[in-house]
T-cell receptor, first 115, second 115 residues
């Protein structure tokens, strides 16, 4: 069975500082990996995804993530935090390669950006 | 930009009552999903629907739940006899038709409160 672990339910950074949100997964097959962001009172918005190919993927709003198979990780980074990045971030995995489409989510990380 | 919409945004119901949550998918999408998030917990997969039938379901999706596309546009989740523990945010998601690379686009959610 798949699982996703997000280390740190709350992360606080200063504006302009590096953002690093951690995600580790377990999957019996090559995974498809996703990061979603949820702003207050809104739905989940896709930030970026990894399916195949280049292991460093770039997403919206300056975020990127690197798939590291040896570490079973897909950490999300942004070089310089902005106040508007304050939100909850969810890592998710699917076994789409096997035809199973259901997403398994991590428990989320709430990012706070201090002025 | 096309988006998934959900109605109602909030619903309060009495235990034992039936509720129907509605979703309007993005128009050319073929796969439809329901997820839920109990307050303070992970987003959990409930069910996926393709070609007018359930393609996957989780252990949560028991006999009190059902899904359908009654008019070819709306996608609904029915809970026949609500329980207190059904109180949660319910998200609809829809995805395109490509087998290999699929992003699930989420609606803003319906917050269900069972009293």
């Amino acid at each position: 069975a798949q699982s996703v672990t997000q280390l740190g339910s709350h992360v606080s950074v200063s504006e302009g500082a590096l953002v690093l949100l951690r995600c580790n997964y377990s999957s019996s097959v090559p995974p498809y990996l996703f990061w979603y962001v949820q702003y207050p009172n809104q739905g989940l918005q896709l930030l970026l995804k990894y399916t195949t190919g280049a292991t460093l993927v770039k997403g919206i709003n300056g975020f990127e993530a690197e798939f590291k198979k040896s570490e079973t990780s897909f950490h999300l980074t942004k070089p310089s935090a902005h106040m508007s990045d304050a939100a909850e971030y969810f890592c998710a995995v699917s076994d789409l390669g096997t035809g199973r489409r259901a997403l398994t989510f991590g428990s989320g990380t709430r990012l706070q950006v201090q002025p | 930009e096309p988006e998934v919409t959900q109605t109602p945004s909030h619903q309060v119901t009495q235990m034992g009552q039936e509720v129907i949550l509605r979703c309007v998918p993005i128009s050319n999408h073929l796969y439809f999903y329901w997820y839920r998030q109990i307050l303070g917990q992970k987003v959990e997969f409930l069910v996926s629907f393709y070609n007018n039938e359930i393609s996957e379901k989780s252990e949560i999706f028991d006999d009190q739940f059902s899904v359908e596309r009654p008019d070819g546009s709306n996608f609904t989740l029915k809970i026949r006899s609500t329980k207190l523990e059904d109180s949660a945010m319910y998200f609809c998601a829809t995805g395109g038709g490509q087998a290999k690379e699929e992003t699930q686009y989420f609606g803003p959610g319906t917050r269900l409160l069972v009293l």
